[in-house]
């Protein structure tokens, strides 16, 4: 049986610049681009020094996948496709086409402009990797060469997050990104065709944790936003400033706004702030 080969470039023991380099079937795809964010150095990208110490990717690499735009996840692209240097196609959604650039960019404009680090890419390397940027949409199979098969699959998490299915001959990889499984009042859970794929490599940030329901969580959160604007706004001490609510990642604040959007619909019986659920 011909041997499928799994390399972490990145993220393989932590959380940031996710890159997985899979070998099946004598190709080679990558699997994200992530960026660390716990990094001011070279160790915030991946490792491509794995791949080739000199010269461009180019040459070892059939296809490059990228799951959805968070930064951990397509952060180092541009500078992998323009200062490493790749020019072979890079596949999404097409959401995750559209969002990309536009969290890119602001990051390139924290990085460079406001911190003034080096060794980082530009606003036109940005531009020039989102030019081999191959659209994909949902259960399409796409040929990429006469052996290598892809298709994407709905993956919830954020909007344009994919999972996808590699197929070389008879061999195949399923590999999920970031996944959810459990519907929320923006998105639907992730889904994926029956399959009995060789490899599968899953997410698994959370996979040792237990949370209470999230009807739990949006209750006891509701419940501390109207004690907090019972209050003018303030703290439980009187002299603590105004909160604020701190949105950790993009495609995170469209369920917090929906869950506020049922607040004032007290017909709803969805409705999580009527009396009887407060």
Not at 68 to 97: N, Q, R, W
Not at 243 to 258: D, I, M, R
Request: charged share 25%; proline share 5%; hydrophobic share 35%.
């Amino acid at each position: 049986m011909p041997e499928i080969k799994v390399t972490p470039l990145g993220a393989g023991q932590d959380v940031g610049r996710s890159c997985i380099l899979v070998s099946i079937g004598g190709k080679n795809i990558m699997l994200d681009c992530g960026m660390h964010m716990g990094y001011n150095d070279d160790r915030r990208f991946p490792d491509f020094s794995y791949i080739t110490q000199n010269g461009r990717l180019t040459e070892f690499l059939d296809c490059v996948i990228i799951s959805h735009f968070h930064l951990d996840h397509c952060g180092a692209l541009p500078y992998m496709s323009e200062m490493v240097g790749y020019d072979g196609p890079i596949y999404m959604t097409h959401p995750t086409k559209a969002i990309c650039p536009i969290l890119l960019e602001d990051f390139r404009k924290i990085t460079v402009d406001k911190k003034g680090e080096t060794n980082f890419f530009t606003s036109q390397m940005i531009k020039d990797c989102m030019k081999k940027v191959v659209p994909l949409n949902l259960h399409q199979t796409v040929q990429v060469d006469d052996e290598l098969e892809i298709k994407a699959y709905y993956a919830g998490h954020v909007l344009g997050a994919a999972m996808v299915q590699i197929k070389v001959g008879s061999e195949s990889v399923v590999y999920t990104g970031d996944y959810n499984m459990t519907p929320d009042r923006h998105l639907g859970a992730a889904w994926i065709d029956k399959c009995r794929p060789d490899i599968l490599i899953s997410e698994s940030t959370y996979a040792t944790t237990i949370r209470d329901s999230k009807r739990c969580r949006e209750r006891d959160f509701l419940k501390k936003v109207h004690e907090t604007v019972e209050r003018g706004g303030k703290g439980k001490d009187e002299s603590q400033s105004s909160h604020l609510l701190l949105n950790w990642s993009h495609g995170k604040g469209q369920p917090l706004l929906q869950t506020f959007h049922h607040v004032d619909q007290p017909e709803d019986p969805q409705n999580l702030c009527s009396k009887e659920h407060v």
